[in-house]
């Protein structure tokens, strides 16, 4: 997918929400345990009752890798899912590799060949050539982690070095890659002034925002700040949409979580 | 595996061998091609063929994941046939996994519990909750990136944060962090004056040192700077060993290189 095809996509829904598909079996509805693959159920239902209020999904590999082949099979069928049948949305495999250069690139094949993702999160502590061979695939994204908003966020990225912060180190570093057109950077929202900040550095690029809800941020200042004339936002929320419910109609119960974002959203950018 | 066990092994082996089987479908032997699971049928080979020689063996799921589920299952079939032939033998998942508190927590049991690994290696810029979580398993060993010998290694690692430099800041904080004890690090071979250094920040962890051979790094001055008293190194190669020969002999010109590795190492510990 190129960058002007999801900010059309963005205009045309009036919403820049990206949905977090962090599936536990211990908290989806009892009765879906029953099918035989439980994870893709569950996901299949989410993304049916939400693709016309969200421009991204966002499986964490994490939630996939937990249940072995299972999991790992369950992930490859959900992503077949929405590029067969929402190709439309962008996709997001939340894995945050990293390794030397040409290990970066057998997983950058495994997540856009392979798995056809159109962008997978990376951690920039191994360097450029650990980042750069995500880059080189066209029309691909490469989601590189910038300022989190963990507790332990700023242990690291918080020092300051050559006179400023190491995420800010990180994100004007990053600049300068080959194909640094293909980035976008993850901050997260529990602060929103930094964001102010951040946008001195990266004025145009993609933001992947999680945090928005449960981790306690708030939308309306984040766009405030984050904002461009692109947008240039992608909001996760993922177990306030996903587990909104917890019964038969826990997607319609996610529809409407992801329904109330999405008209905050249009509220926003209808600004 | 206790630290105590793994040392033992060492003394008796009288090697601190670590093998990685990074193993590429385009590298080895094409007669293996034609077995059900070539990546397993390669790796159960080397094993067999150079575990006496070695303390470690180190998958680098990257190799794994490029191949989608198939490459999963022959990830499993590896650490089940150590796990079940050669128990006293350490074990890493190199990963380079890291993410907020809870997902971190998923990453930690799908290695260690499931997959049954005795170690992982992570990567620490989403600070101290990111890796917490691993170090909370008894007996299992979170390996954390430090120092890196690939050509962006010093991008970042090498910046000047509170009047010393990021990978010595690493360091020093992940001292103080819960279950630190469960620590070993990541140092890459290329400087071996590196070691000296690092070895003032944590005197008596094990690092886990990639870079001997095929990036550069010379064993005998890691070793100068690097040994402790308990060893508190695991060198790693793996092309150098595994791809030493191309034909049915692979394992045979495996073993030869990894006994010469082996020799280098008595020697050093006999000095």
């Keep these: 997918m190129t960058k002007q095809e999801l900010i059309n996509q963005i205009k045309l829904k009036k919403s ?36 016309h209020l969200t421009v991204a999904y966002k499986p964490n590999t994490a939630f996939y890798e937990a249940y072995g082949l299972k999991g790992w099979k369950s992930l490859e069928k959900t992503i077949n899912y929405l590029n067969e049948n929402y190709p439309e949305v962008f996709t997001i495999a939340d894995a945050k590799r990293g390794d030397i250069g040409n290990t970066s690139t057998m997983y950058a094949k495994a997540f856009f060949e392979d798995l056809n993702f159109d962008s997978v999160t990376v951690a920039p502590y191994m360097g450029s050539d650990s980042v750069e061979p995500f880059l080189t695939f066209k029309d691909k994204f490469t989601i590189m982690l910038a300022l989190t908003s963990n507790k332990g966020g700023l242990d690291f990225q918080g020092l300051t070095v050559n006179g400023k912060k190491l995420y800010q180190e990180v994100l004007s570093t990053s600049l300068t890659w080959k194909n640094s057109n293909n980035l976008m950077y993850v901050v997260g929202a529990t602060k929103a002034e930094y964001f102010e900040d951040i946008r001195k550095y990266v004025p145009n690029h993609f933001l992947l925002v999680p945090g928005v809800g449960a ?20 909001v996760n929320s993922s177990r306030g949409i996903i587990y909104a419910g917890n019964d038969s109609d826990f997607a319609i119960k996610a529809q409407e979580k992801a329904f109330e974002l999405q008209q905050e959203m249009k509220g926003i950018m209808l600004k």
Tied chains: 1, 2.
């Design 16 to 51: 820049f929400l990206c949905i977090g598909l962090d599936v536990d079996l211990e908290k989806i509805p009892k009765y879906l345990l029953e099918f035989e693959d439980p994870i893709f159920e569950f996901n299949k239902q989410i993304i049916d009752a939400t693709h």
């Design 215 to 234: 981790q306690g941020g708030n939308l309306k200042d984040v766009c405030k700040y984050g904002l461009t004339d692109e947008i240039g936002l992608l």
